[in-house]
């Protein structure tokens, strides 16, 4: 096993009796000294007991086991690997493992996940993400607490960036997008649905802390779009509130917030539309 490309582990009652010369390399140990219990090797964050009981049914029904999972190196820092189990015919107890680094093509493949549900200017979820989000709450008929959306247009941005170019208008954007975030909290959805359109999906918010948050963001979106003294106008934004009743299985339209008393935004009344309860 000393020139293997993989790294290789014969493992009995879960002791490591045998590694190979790249699991060893792979993990940051010397020669002899990975000698412990396989899955000791695993990330706390992973339960060893689901782990095991996976891997034992599969070897029961007589098949190979496969996994993706983080293992930690001798230092304590971890390395994602992709992990082939398989029970050694004719001696009880006994597995073999294989192991490829799989770092890389993880950072890859969650790179290119990423890519595909965020917006790359302001690095908030785009609208096909948010719509995703969307419906999975409106779906998880579990839920009894009731959640908000937000939809939000910023005022005069056209007309800023019109002006001042769109490098300037790039950067109010990414601006706006954070006043969103500091209003939210980390289990939120902050959306940028196109343009200087942007949505926020808030689970377990009721509509009064619903409004509150929008007129927080109103608020914000206000102090930080100000011009700097030029023809420019500044920044402002509507914001509309949807309350979705998770019990009742309907979206209720109950308030838009703009930039004055007056300023009533009705372009976010197709989102209240009632849906048949759930069945009995």
């Known amino acids: 096993m000393a020139h293997a490309p993989v790294g290789i582990a014969f493992i009995n009652e879960g002791r490591i009796k045998l590694a190979s010369s790249h699991l060893k390399s792979m993990l940051g140990y010397e020669p002899g000294e990975l000698v412990c219990r396989w899955e000791a090797l695993v990330a706390p964050e992973v339960s060893s007991e689901a782990l095991r009981a996976a891997a034992t049914a599969a070897y029961e029904s007589g098949q190979n086991f496969e996994t993706e999972l983080p293992l930690r190196r001798r230092d ?101 997008a954070q006043v969103l975030r500091t209003c939210v909290r980390s289990g939120d959805t902050v959306c940028r649905l196109g343009g200087d359109e942007f949505a926020v999906l808030l689970p377990a918010c009721n509509l009064d802390r619903g ?65 048949a309860p759930p069945a009995l």
């Open 76 to 176: 304590g820092s971890m390395l994602w690997a992709r992990l082939y189990g398989a029970a050694v015919q004719g001696a009880r107890g006994c597995r073999i493992w294989i192991a490829t680094d799989a770092t890389e093509v993880r950072r890859q493949r969650e790179d290119l996940q990423w890519t595909a549900s965020h917006d790359p200017l302001t690095e908030l979820v785009n609208r096909r993400e948010f719509e995703r989000r969307l419906g999975q709450l409106v779906a998880d008929r579990r839920r009894h607490e009731a959640a908000c959306a937000l939809f939000i247009d910023l005022d005069h941005f056209k007309q800023v960036n019109d002006l001042k170019g769109h490098a300037a208008g790039d950067d109010i954007l990414k601006k706006m």
């Open 211 to 275: 409004l509150l948050i929008a007129e927080q963001m109103r608020s914000g979106i206000a102090s930080e779009g100000v011009s700097d003294g030029d023809t420019a106008p500044g920044v402002t934004a509507s914001i509309g509130v949807v309350e979705i009743d998770i019990r009742l299985m309907e979206f209720r339209f109950r308030l838009s917030y703009g930039v004055g008393p007056a300023s009533i935004k009705t372009d976010v009344a197709q989102f209240h539309r009632p849906m």
